[in-house]
């Protein structure tokens, strides 16, 4: 599985750079020839010191916080990809993510049981789940205000999203079966890494070199004096609904 | 099964099962078309009909077939009056979901928003998803009177009015700061 993880990523590697999807998605290029360093240098120094001694575990972890890093960039590239092109909207959303990622890892640090030699896979979780929660967010702002991203960016975020989900579920399920799930954990994991892998190479199979076409904006008092007259009279449609609603109950 | 399991596993349910609501896009979804002409492709609004509305339900016409039809007939009238009542009610739904569609062009195309309008806004219109559910179930049912329809009417198409206004407003002023603009420009052209 790690030779076919491997062979995917160069082949994703080499997708990028000849159809010159690296200009476009500098960061995302970035992330993956990253986790190929990686799964290679893993490679290499398992096979020098060993799968169990400590300088390779901590030369493994400390490349997956790099690698983790990586992709919440190449994640925050996608949503500046889909959302920059609206001004105001990207600058709300900004927010909106960076504060939801925050509860997320709150979330994640309360809820986990803290055990010290679970320290890595509870902290790698937490931002796992905080990347998926900004990547679903990103979807119900793109839905809510019906902007529609190109289909290249929706599958790259859903195969981000796939993959967080998966890995943060597989590490829940090592906390809990410690012991006897490490090998299956990270046979999964790999797993999970080709299917995202495979998606992200069938959405880069074309070039995606075009540039994105400039919106017309309004001119910038025009949401001020609108909006507001909007919620107004939806307030007040609201109480009128309310009303309704209150004098039939009375009634009956 | 753990605490820290359910929690977890939980949370990514709820996570997967909203990423398949909000990526899942319907063929017949059409695109919002980030551009001001859409603002102004607005059909005639259903509430211009209540009149008609008004005639269908009027209790004369109710007063004289209790009077003078059998039970049969002013059943058969009573349900077709509750469909007509609930197909306004959707097309009332409608003009306000089409309002709404205008102030998310608004801000999609506005340089700057305002947080605080924007989730007054998505409460609102959650409120009224609630509200208008129960009326609809109410009418279903038989128990809502239909004269109540009147203030939602009144609302949503004044609401249409002002909004009508209020952008006329706004076209205005932008054909004086495109005006300025240019001739900003010729000036500028004139001293080259």
Not at chain 1, 181 to 187: E, Y
Not at chain 2, 168 to 176: C, D, Q, T, Y
Not at chain 2, 178 to 191: K, M, Q, T, Y
Request: charged share 20%.
């Amino acid at each position: 599985m790690w030779a076919v993880n491997t062979a995917t990523s160069v082949f994703l590697l080499v997708l990028l750079v000849l159809r010159k999807n690296y200009r476009k998605y500098p960061v995302f290029t970035f992330y993956i020839f990253v986790n190929l360093a990686l799964s290679i240098s893993l490679f290499t120094i398992y096979r020098r010191w060993g799968f169990h001694s400590i300088a390779s575990w901590f030369f493994a972890w400390g490349m997956t916080a790099v690698v983790m890093c990586a992709r919440a960039l190449a994640v925050a590239e996608l949503c500046r990809h889909i959302l920059a092109r609206y001004k105001g909207i990207w600058a709300f959303a900004r927010r909106i993510l960076l504060g939801s990622a925050g509860l997320v890892l709150l979330y994640s640090g309360v809820a986990a049981r803290h055990q010290w030699r679970l320290a890595l896979p509870s902290a790698e979780r937490g931002l796992e789940l905080a990347i998926a929660a900004v990547i679903v967010l990103l979807f119900v702002f793109t839905r809510y205000y019906e902007v529609r991203p190109n289909g290249t960016a929706r599958s790259l975020a859903i195969g981000f999203c796939l993959y967080s989900c998966f890995r943060a579920l597989n590490d829940t399920i090592l906390e809990r079966y410690l012991d006897d799930f490490g090998t299956l954990w990270s046979l999964l994991g790999m797993l999970a890494f080709f299917a995202s892998l495979f998606l992200w190479c069938w959405a880069l199979r074309k070039s995606q070199t075009e540039a994105a076409t400039e919106e017309y904006l309004l001119p910038a008092g025009a949401y001020q004096i609108l909006t507001p007259q909007i919620n107004l009279r939806l307030r007040s449609l609201n109480e009128q609904l309310s009303k309704i609603w209150k004098q039939e109950v009375t009634r009956q | 099964m753990s605490l820290t399991l359910i929690l977890f596993s939980g949370f990514i349910v709820i996570l997967l099962f909203v990423l398949g609501w909000a990526a899942w896009q319907p063929r017949e979804r059409s695109r919002l078309h980030a551009d001001p002409c859409s603002l102004e492709q607005r059909g005639q609004p259903h509430t211009n009909y209540l009149p008609q509305i008004h005639q269908a339900l009027a209790p004369e016409d109710y007063e004289f077939l209790l009077k003078r039809a059998p039970g049969k007939v002013q059943r058969r009238v009573r349900r077709e009056r509750r469909s007509v009542v609930l197909a306004y009610l959707a097309a009332l739904r409608e003009d306000f979901q089409s309002l709404l569609r205008m102030a998310r062009v608004i801000a999609v195309l506005s340089p700057q928003v305002i947080a605080v309008q924007e989730f007054e806004r998505l409460r609102l219109t959650a409120q009224f998803a609630w509200r208008y559910e129960l009326i609809r179930w109410k009418l279903l049912m038989g128990v809502a009177p239909m004269t109540q329809l009147d203030g939602l009417s009144d609302l949503v198409s004044g609401l249409s009015v002002r909004m009508e206004a209020a952008l006329k407003e706004l076209g205005e002023r932008a054909a004086v700061a495109a005006e300025l603009a240019s001739s900003i420009d010729r000036r500028r052209l004139d001293v080259v």
